[in-house]
């Protein structure tokens, strides 16, 4: 099913930031059909060409090639919707409020979800139904429709995930590992005002990526934060006015030809009609 953009704008935006972000592209995907849109996280293939992004509307993917001119984003073309059976082998639209997405290097799937019983799911290539990893035992104590938000895999298989809230205003926000089969918190990140936690990825320079957003009530500020995987050496690399993007909340970081980081983000309009799916894309300068 190909799906089309409306248009493409470039804007600038401003930042308070520890790193010289550049806005290469804001390109709105748009479609008439009636399961499009909330989406909630993204991977991007190596050479940032094809893209994999995931619905809060239940749990299924939707890929496809994005249309690049000069190395910039212009268009949306051969997607494709791909739904996982639940754990129980049957299909379901809203059997998960499906947030974070992270995707191994053998095509293994991994989403964590925020409704439910806040979880991750293991989708391996050709699998029957969804395989539920095991719990940390702080999973039952999220709180709904806050918790498992982000979801990001290391470059050693570890996975990385991190609630929307962390409780207190004072409260950092756990960083929950799986690896070797077990949960552990390897480190906490500061809670730095009003931004949630929507997103994360590790970065092909092995850094820990994480966006948040903070919603004002007239639009959405955007933030990126990064550090290495063990919560040292943190940084702001993006600090959006309010505004300049819509709610974005899933995040891919690759590294494009000419050996610079980019930033791939896509907003959720959340089905609403006045909000819009957008893909945004920075080129990060040290």
């Known amino acids: 099913m190909n799906r089309f953009v409306c248009f493409l704008l470039l804007a600038s935006c ?39 992004t995931i619905t809060d509307r239940g749990i299924w993917v939707t890929t496809g090639d994005l249309v690049r001119k000069d190395g910039v984003i212009t268009g949306v073309t051969n997607t494709q919707e791909v739904s996982f059976p639940r754990p129980d082998g049957k299909l379901g639209e809203r059997w998960a409020d ?84 077990a949960w552990d918190i390897p480190f906490r990140i500061p809670r730095v005002g009003e931004h949630l936690v929507s997103g994360a990825d590790v970065g092909p320079d092995n850094q820990l990526y994480i966006l948040e957003r903070d919603f004002t009530g007239i639009g959405f500020k955007s933030r990126v934060r990064r550090s290495n995987l063990d919560g040292s050496g943190e940084t702001t690399i993006l600090d959006t006015s309010n505004g300049t993007h819509d709610n974005l909340e899933g995040i891919s970081v690759w590294r494009d030809p000419m050996g610079h980081i980019r930033i791939t983000m896509i907003s959720d309009d959340n089905f609403n009609f006045f909000q819009q799916t957008q893909i945004v894309e920075y080129q990060i300068d040290d």
């Open 98 to 181: 499906s947030e974070g997405l992270a995707i191994a290097p053998d095509g293994t799937i991994f989403v964590s979800t925020e409704g439910g019983r806040h979880r991750v799911f293991e989708f391996p290539a050709g699998a029957a139904k969804a395989i539920p990893l095991p719990r940390h035992p702080d999973f039952p104590k999220l709180q709904a429709n806050s918790s498992l938000e982000a979801l990001a895999i290391g470059p050693d298989g570890a996975l990385y995930t991190i609630p929307e809230r962390s409780g207190r205003m004072t409260t950092p926000f756990p960083v929950y590992r799986y690896k070797d089969g």
């Open 14 to 52: 401003g930042h308070t930031l520890s790193a010289n972000p550049t806005l290469l592209s804001e390109t709105v995907w748009s479609d008439g059909a009636e399961d499009f849109g909330g989406y909630s996280g993204l991977e991007l293939s190596d050479d940032g060409m094809h893209f994999t």
